[in-house]
């Protein structure tokens, strides 16, 4: 497909109204000022913008386009449903049948025991109702004192009240003090940042975890929720072998409900279907979003165990959640469409073996003296600038230098995301040879445009 031409005059009145009009989610006024980016076609690993202009776009759409944009298979199959039955609601005792196909496709490649489903429409609610499901499970139990949620440092697990309440970095938290009574946040290992050996920063964590649920009392704690691999805010560092392991003995130690959020990790990003298979770990209740759909319409679930679920099953219970488009058909229909993709075109394996190259690529970055970590699994990768290699000190923040190596890409034809000066590598995964090639030659002269800019 051909871009469409639009006059100057029509785009400059969009921009003008999407600063008007819209509220953007998360927005930055420093960013907003510089003007609104309009995105018009995608096509694979490439975006193009309104201007005309392709953009190589290395964090799959917020993390969202497993097998790329403009997938016909996936047109395909939302056209048909939208002609058949575009929704019908999941509520109370109706059902559609891209719904059933697609909660037994997720019994069938999610871990363990997980196997009903509860849809919603984003990552966040996803996280909410996991919540919500460990503290009803445990008044059905007769244990209904059992309400905290032990959260991790650093961890993101959405944006409403709940998802905010177990998130713990405080940008996203502060102005809306004081959140949600009953959750606790413990230290999380990261053993860059911690300067320890990962075994014995695994073992740190997991007895300040285990303080931490003596201390506030073992019969008080419904769950812990943990993304396995702390997502792009914080660089996807890697939990220390053994220490998911710790975390699930101590939770069937103490009665705990072991949450895992993988709606950023989840569908091959790490070169596993789920990223908590990478340590044999499965928890009793899944968070899925973001690739769950692969961009195109807007699905997530929470998925838990039979054991769980029976608990809402007794006469005269039921699960007390719900909402209108939770599980809508033309989305159930398109995330079928988009894990058939992940199947046929083996992209779990696809991802672990194009990750090791990126990794080991990307490894050649370490000759620059402000790259001080690159750290992440399969296609879920981050490189980590410092001031200082030995003392792993930050740099001079007011310096922006992340987001400096962020706008040269982006004039130079290539969307990245970095967090301060944390630069995150998460492209599609179908990303082929030659574009990871442009990638990473992007990613080095950026850094490298970065050092004689800032006379580094
Ligand atoms: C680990 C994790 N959990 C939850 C969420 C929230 O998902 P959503 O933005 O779809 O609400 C995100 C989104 O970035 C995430 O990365």
């Given at each position: 497909?051909?871009n469409k031409?639009i006059a100057?005059e029509?785009?400059?009145?969009?921009?003008?109204?999407?600063?008007?009009?819209?509220?953007?989610?998360?927005?930055?006024n420093?960013e907003?000022?510089?003007?609104a980016?309009?995105f018009?076609r995608?096509?694979?690993?490439?975006?193009?913008?309104?201007e005309?202009?392709?953009l190589?776009?290395?964090f799959?759409?917020?993390?969202?386009?497993?097998c790329?944009h403009?997938?016909h298979e996936?047109?395909?199959?939302?056209?048909?449903?939208m002609s058949?039955?575009?929704?019908?609601?999941?509520?109370v005792?109706?059902f559609?049948?891209?719904l059933?196909?697609?909660a037994?496709?997720?019994a069938?490649?999610t871990?363990?025991?997980?196997?009903?489903?509860?849809f919603v429409?984003?990552?966040?609610e996803?996280?909410?109702t996991a919540?919500k499901?460990?503290r009803?499970?445990?008044?059905?139990?007769g244990e209904r004192q059992?309400?905290?949620?032990?959260?991790?440092?650093?961890?993101?697990?959405?944006?409403t009240?709940?998802?905010?309440?177990?998130?713990?970095?405080?940008?996203?938290?502060e102005?809306?003090?004081p959140?949600?009574?009953?959750?606790?946040?413990v230290?999380a290992?990261?053993?860059y940042?911690?300067?320890?050996?990962?075994d014995?920063?695994?073992e740190?964590?997991?007895?300040?975890?285990?303080e931490?649920?003596?201390?506030e009392?073992?019969?008080?704690?419904?769950?812990v929720?943990?993304d396995?691999?702390?997502g792009?805010?914080?660089?996807?560092?890697?939990?220390?072998?053994?220490?998911?392991?710790?975390?699930?003995?101590?939770c069937?130690?103490?009665?705990?409900?072991l949450i895992f959020?993988e709606v950023?990790?989840?569908?091959?990003?790490?070169?596993?279907?789920f990223?908590?298979?990478?340590?044999d770990?499965?928890p009793?209740?899944m968070?899925?979003?973001?690739?769950?759909?692969?961009?195109?319409?807007?699905?997530?679930?929470?998925i838990?165990t039979?054991?769980i679920?029976?608990?809402?099953?007794?006469?005269?219970s039921?699960?007390?959640?719900?909402?209108?488009y939770?599980?809508?058909?033309?989305?159930?229909?398109a995330?079928?469409a988009?894990?058939?993709?992940?199947?046929?075109?083996n992209?779990?394996e696809?991802a672990?073996?194009?990750?090791?190259?990126?990794?080991?690529?990307?490894?050649k970055?370490y000759k620059?003296p402000i790259?001080?970590?690159?750290?992440?699994l399969?296609?879920?990768?981050?490189v980590?600038?410092?001031?200082?290699?030995?003392?792993?000190?930050?740099?001079?923040?007011?310096?922006?230098?992340?987001?400096?190596?962020r706008?040269w890409?982006w004039?130079?034809?290539m969307?990245l995301?970095n967090?301060?000066?944390?630069?995150v590598?998460?492209p599609?995964?179908i990303?082929?040879?030659?574009?990871a090639?442009?990638m990473l030659?992007?990613?080095n002269q950026?850094?490298?445009?970065?050092?004689?800019?800032?006379k580094l």
């Amino acid at each position: 497909m051909e871009n469409k031409k639009i006059a100057k005059e029509e785009i400059k009145e969009l921009k003008e109204d999407a600063l008007r009009y819209i509220c953007p989610h998360f927005a930055s006024n420093s960013e907003l000022a510089k003007g609104a980016k309009i995105f018009t076609r995608g096509e694979g690993c490439y975006v193009y913008d309104i201007e005309g202009r392709r953009l190589l776009d290395t964090f799959a759409t917020l993390l969202t386009t497993i097998c790329g944009h403009n997938r016909h298979e996936i047109a395909k199959a939302v056209q048909e449903q939208m002609s058949q039955l575009e929704f019908f609601p999941n509520y109370v005792d109706t059902f559609t049948i891209p719904l059933i196909k697609l909660a037994k496709k997720l019994a069938e490649i999610t871990p363990g025991d997980l196997s009903v489903s509860f849809f919603v429409n984003s990552g966040s609610e996803a996280c909410e109702t996991a919540i919500k499901m460990a503290r009803q499970y445990h008044l059905e139990k007769g244990e209904r004192q059992r309400y905290k949620i032990i959260g991790r440092r650093y961890s993101y697990h959405g944006t409403t009240l709940g998802g905010v309440s177990a998130t713990g970095i405080p940008w996203f938290r502060e102005y809306f003090e004081p959140l949600l009574p009953g959750f606790i946040h413990v230290i999380a290992p990261h053993s860059y940042r911690m300067g320890l050996e990962p075994d014995a920063c695994g073992e740190i964590c997991l007895k300040a975890m285990e303080e931490t649920i003596i201390w506030e009392g073992p019969k008080s704690i419904a769950a812990v929720i943990l993304d396995p691999i702390p997502g792009s805010n914080t660089g996807y560092p890697l939990p220390p072998d053994g220490y998911l392991q710790g975390v699930r003995k101590l939770c069937d130690k103490y009665g705990i409900l072991l949450i895992f959020d993988e709606v950023q990790t989840g569908f091959a990003k790490t070169g596993k279907m789920f990223a908590c298979e990478h340590w044999d770990v499965a928890p009793d209740i899944m968070a899925i979003g973001k690739g769950f759909t692969g961009g195109y319409i807007p699905l997530a679930a929470t998925i838990t165990t039979p054991r769980i679920y029976e608990a809402f099953k007794k006469p005269g219970s039921e699960f007390r959640s719900g909402s209108t488009y939770g599980g809508h058909t033309t989305a159930c229909a398109a995330t079928l469409a988009n894990i058939e993709i992940i199947e046929k075109e083996n992209l779990v394996e696809k991802a672990a073996t194009m990750g090791k190259y990126l990794k080991q690529e990307l490894e050649k970055l370490y000759k620059y003296p402000i790259v001080g970590d690159i750290r992440g699994l399969g296609m879920l990768l981050a490189v980590e600038l410092v001031a200082d290699k030995k003392t792993r000190g930050y740099l001079d923040p007011k310096l922006n230098i992340g987001s400096w190596i962020r706008d040269w890409c982006w004039k130079n034809g290539m969307i990245l995301r970095n967090n301060g000066d944390i630069l995150v590598i998460a492209p599609s995964l179908i990303l082929s040879k030659d574009e990871a090639d442009e990638m990473l030659g992007k990613i080095n002269q950026g850094i490298s445009e970065a050092m004689k800019h800032f006379k580094l």
